[in-house]
């Protein structure tokens, strides 16, 4: 018998006698660089599939800031707590790539005021998380103040909901 192999017509290794060479197992074919199903030597079988590319998804959570923080505060409250402690142990049951925390305030104070409150309700949000386990560069904080209102600021109720903290959490499923 000799070593020398060469490829055949079907695009698998086989030696000077036409036998196709295979693994140990005896499963699986030597193939070449042109090897295609159309051209695989029966009972080679087929070509190993490869895995799926899972996209990484987002869920976003919008949560009123008055169920977190009390007015013109950024310390959380047990409320705010209860609803983050759901957002960490969700972060946990994924390959997380990245959470987003963003504060919102209404029209009431000045701009540069809200720009801060708003900051400040952020990375409360991301303080409390990296407590709770997820990890602090996964996290990013950042405030909007007033400039992304979802409502009117001309009424009590379209200033509520403008109040928020919007946490966005992107990965894929273990």
């Not at 960490?88 to 925390?101: D, F, K, P, Y």
């Not at 996964?138 to 992304?148: P, S």
Request: charged share 25%; aromatic share 6%; hydrophobic share 35%.
């Amino acid at each position: 018998m000799s070593a020398v192999g060469t490829a055949s017509a079907s695009d698998n290794w086989t030696n000077v006698d036409g036998h196709v060479w295979k693994d140990a197992s005896g499963q699986n074919c030597w193939r070449d660089a042109f090897w295609t199903p159309a051209t695989a030597a029966e009972g080679c079988g087929k070509p190993v599939a490869e895995a799926p590319v899972v996209a990484p998804t987002a869920s976003k959570v919008v949560l009123n800031a008055d169920t977190f923080f009390d007015f013109d505060k950024s310390t959380l409250k047990p409320e705010g707590k209860q609803v983050l402690d759901q957002v960490a142990q969700q972060a946990g049951s994924i390959n997380l790539e990245t959470v987003i925390a963003t504060g919102h305030t209404d029209s009431i104070g000045t701009e540069a005021y809200n720009q801060k409150l708003s900051e400040r309700r952020a990375n409360s949000v991301k303080q409390y998380l990296i407590s709770k386990g997820v990890p602090a560069d996964r996290i990013y904080a950042e405030g909007k103040g007033e400039l992304q209102p979802v409502a009117s600021n001309k009424t009590r109720e379209g200033r509520a909901q403008n109040r928020r903290v919007e946490i966005e959490i992107v990965g894929t499923r273990k």
